[in-house]
């Protein structure tokens, strides 16, 4: 049984939207078992709306939400009685395999590190999101915020983790992993990145190089690795370009019969594609590099993404132990860096 703490209260759509979306993977895995955590009241109305197996679903009342707009590190703190830390709380003590949350992202990550803590070798945790690939398949790309500043060696954990995400969960078997940079050359980029080139070269198993933005969502990588403040710029600046783009077809051919007529012959076309840059499509990002599994959810998540996250993050991850794999390997990279020349702290 594969059971997750669900925090019910966070999200622009709490709880409907998020207790929908967990319950339509319920009817597509026997073996999951849910607890939503949060106003017992709101979460009983939301449910009495719809069918579930009992058996598998709990209800762990919270009084308190951490809010959007709540500081983080304050919040997560002095909020003991909340949905989000009453869950981290249930991962922590055994009594879930895995937490997921729309809510405040900082308070996550903060909880994340407070009440699980960090794998032995990894430095600081990194939040992975699968980007759309035109050829075919995905692309994992971190970090996309957890930390706006990273060391070299904390890139080369990140590809370490990337690399791990991308086989036992996408199942590549030789995953390419890249540096995101300003150039393809081995002597482009700042220091940092000059840096990590040579870690990863030297340590990193299919380490394929540098890469540039442009060719990204062309697949010349399986795992892209940056900082989380390029990350995060890129992330958010690639969902809007998608969401833009989509918005000017709309409206351009609303103007013009000639244009209608084409959109319907093209509408194939015009799915395919809106398939291919739907953020909703993995449900939510991991945080990887703490001792269990948080997911974190777009803030504006609705049921799908929720019900996505659950059946292609949280039950292979949970199911393969990736948390455990995540830890064999650092346990063993600190070994190999212990015996060379470089003076690293992982």
Known sequence: M????????????????????????????EDLHITFVGREEAICSSLAKLQYPEGHVEISHADEVIEAEDDPGLSIRRKKQSSMV??????????ADAFLSAGNTGALMAGGLLFLGRIRGISRPALLTPMPGFQ?????????????????????????????????????????????????????GNNQIKKAFTLCREYLPGFCGNI??????????????????????FLKSSEGLS??????????IRKNIRYKLGALLL?????????EIDDSGYGGAPLLGVNGLCIKCHGSSRARSIEQA???????????????????????????LDGGDHDQTL
């Open 267 to 275: 509408q194939p076309v015009f799915q395919k594609l809106r398939h």
């Open 310 to 336: 659950l059946l292609k993050q949280v039950y292979p991850f949970v199911r393969k132990d990736v948390t455990g794999k995540l830890q064999a390997t650092f346990q063993d990279l600190a070994v190999q």
């Open 243 to 252: 969401r833009t783009i989509l918005g000017f077809f709309r409206q351009e």
């Open 212 to 233: 540039e933005g442009t060719e990204i969502f062309l697949n010349a990588a399986d795992v892209v690795v940056c900082d989380g403040f390029v990350g995060n710029i």
């Open 86 to 95: 009453r869950a981290l709380q249930m991962v922590r003590s055994g009594e």
């Open 136 to 188: 075919g398949h995905p692309v994992l790309f971190l970090d996309v915020g957890a930390n706006m500043d990273a060391k070299p060696e904390q890139l080369l954990q990140y590809a370490f983790m990337g690399r791990i995400y991308a086989q036992q969960i996408l199942g590549y078997t030789e995953p390419r992993v890249a540096l995101l940079n300003v150039g393809s050359e081995s002597n482009k």
């Open 2 to 29: 594969v059971r997750v703490a669900i925090d019910a209260m966070g999200g622009d759509h709490a709880p409907g939207e998020i207790i929908s979306g967990a319950l339509a993977a319920l009817t597509a895995l």
